[in-house]
């Protein structure tokens, strides 16, 4: 790919714990080009959270990057220095958290914490700030005069709107969405992301958004990966993955919740639970509770193999 | 032939009780384990403290001489016979340090017990029912609070005359509960609105309850770390009251060792081992109690990031910063 604004290549994250070490991000590598929708989805405690964090370089300890690069416009961002990562982050790459709402400080106005984040990166006056920041707030459908309000006066929906344009406020090239709308109701997540999505043909800013909800996901999304116990084990455009999913355990997510149209048939979940990442077995990971699992899943870790141009999946039946 | 079963189905119940036994044990023994294993302040201190406490609890076997009886010539230096020396009535140092360890130890645990227990109460009553209580005690708490301690101590020891290690006790206990309230009272605070509260008392737990296994446990940490401190300041307390004077200087405790030493002029007449001997026993004690205050924050609180595999966190973080050139 000639486009690329982010490329991670054979990232790992281990957490090191007094129980040994687990790896939670396994060798993963892929790539986001400017004014691209990656979605990440995968089961809770597959890793996604983790990467996200890699990637604006917050973990702390006992999490460790132990291997790989992460290279944002073919800077190493594992290898920045204080005073360049200060500078990514933010100006660059932006995360909305998965409890984003409670990003905000309780005892500040909503306004100086926008003021805050443009003051701090901008060298521009208060007055220019002031007028920047109700702009913002405007952008994401929050009359100015709120500027004044506290957190607790907001309801849910509009405090994350609120950490929605405190990430767009220095127009970064990067937004991660770390389950940017799982506490949101449906009306209210439908609203936020047609505002994303207006913003984001606006600015044309990537966005990494990580969910579980891979109905979601198939709307919005450009290209989706789909993680499993740290593994990378397909990633391919929204409409492959989605519809034509080759990894069993993609079949599974999406054999796992109803469609709205046709008939009603019997839903299959995938059985079991993720595995233990202190207790990794030999061979693919998903080898328990797949289906379709063979001999050669018990001895050999599968590798991702490229189906078409723009599709790949870890699996040895393909 | 049922007797036969019967006797068979007893044996049975023994082997298994005890196996349940064998098995309690390994596992009181591997949280004892765990506890010391990377932990070295738990270590030191808990090597301190135990010879501290075997000292005073084994006195009587341990000690050479009566501890109040004039055994020798006064003010002899340390020598085979008196392995610390003697005071200026001629009493054995040796035996009544380990005799006094005993009366110190005895006095600082009991206050450390009456002041954390005076401290839980009132702390998490006020911080659990709010209101009116909490208003009272709190009221309470600060009028504790801004007593002078020491002089308060000072005065009605006095007032009281030469007083027994029994008031003592008493006084400490009942002076240095407050500040301990305080801290738990707002940690009471702090937990009784989190959600796993509200769900219990959705669940329809009693108070009682709700204070017993829901939040006293989350205090364990801080109650414990009160706990040794107060022993630790009680018993620098009994101390300084003995070296005033205002303990019974006729019972051996640390303190009336030391109230000895200063009335005789010990060190200015050369007798360093009268002085000095008492004082190392308090400075060690304190600061073994200190040491395994410091170790209990390590092992209660599992968010603090310490312990073994942090060891292994920075050599796997520092392999993998070479890795990228960064050293």
């Not at chain 1, 933010?90 to 905000?104: E, G, R, T």
Request: charged share 20%.
């Amino acid at each position: 790919m000639k486009d690329v604004l982010l490329e991670i290549n054979n990232l790992c994250v281990d957490y090191v714990s007094p129980n040994g070490v687990a790896r939670a991000v396994n060798n993963v590598s892929l790539s986001i080009a400017p004014g691209e929708t990656l979605g990440i989805a995968g089961e809770s405690g597959c890793g996604k959270s983790t990467l996200a964090f890699a990637i604006s370089r917050l973990h702390k300890a006992p999490a460790l990057i132990s291997e790989g690069e992460i290279l944002y416009k073919d800077c190493d961002v594992l290898k920045m220095s204080d005073k360049e990562l200060r500078d990514y982050r933010w100006n660059d790459v932006s995360i909305v958290f998965q409890s984003a709402m409670n990003s905000l400080n309780p005892v500040i106005t909503i306004g100086e914490q926008l003021l805050d984040v443009i003051i701090a990166h901008k060298k521009i006056s208060y007055k220019e700030a002031h007028q920047k920041a109700v702009e913002l707030l405007s952008i994401v459908g929050i009359h100015g005069d709120r500027m004044a309000s506290f957190p607790h006066q907001l309801s849910g929906g509009m405090r994350q709107r609120v950490v929605i344009a405190i990430a767009l406020a220095l127009e970064p090239k990067l937004i991660i969405m770390d389950e940017p709308t799982t506490a949101l109701d449906v009306v209210v997540e439908r609203e936020i992301l047609n505002e994303l999505y207006d913003l984001k043909t606006k600015f044309g800013f990537s966005i990494l958004f990580i969910s579980h909800d891979l109905s979601l996901m198939g709307e919005i999304a450009d290209r989706i990966g789909v993680m499993y116990a740290g593994n990378l084990i397909e990633i391919g455009d929204a409409e492959t993955v989605f519809g034509k999913p080759s990894h069993p355990y993609t079949q599974g997510l999406v054999a796992s919740f109803p469609t709205i149209h046709g008939p009603k048939e019997r839903l299959y979940g995938i059985p079991g639970n993720p595995v233990d990442l202190l207790r990794i077995p030999e061979g693919c990971n998903f080898q328990d509770r797949c289906t379709q699992c063979m001999a050669e899943c018990k001895k050999h870790e599968p590798e991702l193999i490229k189906l078409n141009d723009r599709h790949q999946a870890a699996c040895h039946r393909l | 032939m049922n007797k036969l079963i019967d006797s068979i189905g007893s044996e049975d119940m023994s082997v298994q009780e005890s196996n349940k036994l064998v098995k309690k044990i390994k596992g009181v023994f591997s949280t004892i384990h765990a506890f010391f294993h990377g932990n070295p302040p738990a270590i030191i201190g808990g090597l301190l403290i135990t010879m501290v406490l075997l000292g005073a609890l084994m006195a009587p076997i341990l000690a050479s001489h009566n501890p109040n009886k004039r055994v020798a010539r006064p003010h002899i230096a340390p020598n085979a016979e008196h392995i610390l020396g003697t005071t200026r009535s001629g009493r054995d140092v040796y035996s009544q340090v380990l005799y006094g360890a005993r009366k110190s130890l005895t006095v600082a645990l009991s206050a450390g017990i009456i002041a954390m227990t005076l401290a839980v109460a009132v702390g998490v009553t006020s911080g659990y029912m709010g209101g009116k209580v909490d208003e009272w005690l709190n009221f309470l708490t600060n009028v504790f609070l801004v007593f002078p301690q020491l002089p308060l101590l000072i005065v009605l020891a006095a007032f009281l005359g030469q007083v027994g290690s029994l008031v003592i006790t008493i006084l400490l206990g009942v002076t240095s509960w407050p500040w301990g309230a305080r801290v738990i009272r707002s940690q009471t605070m702090a937990i009784r609105n989190k959600e796993f509260i509200i769900s219990a008392e959705v669940m329809g737990e009693s108070k009682l309850r709700i204070i017993l296994v829901e939040i006293l446990p989350n205090l364990v940490s801080i109650v414990f770390g009160g706990f040794l401190g107060t022993v630790i300041y009680a018993m620098g307390s009994e101390a300084g009251l003995g070296i005033l004077g205002l303990g019974d200087a006729t019972e051996v405790s640390w303190g009336s060792m030391l109230y000895w030493a200063q009335t005789s002029s010990a060190l200015y007449t050369g007798a360093w081992w009268e002085m000095i001997v008492p004082a190392a026993a308090l400075a060690v004690t304190g600061g073994s109690l200190a040491l395994i205050n410091m170790s209990i924050d390590q092992v209660s609180n599992p968010k603090l990031k310490t312990g073994p595999h942090m060891k292994l966190w920075k050599k796997l973080k520092k392999e993998a910063d070479q890795r990228r050139g960064l050293l």
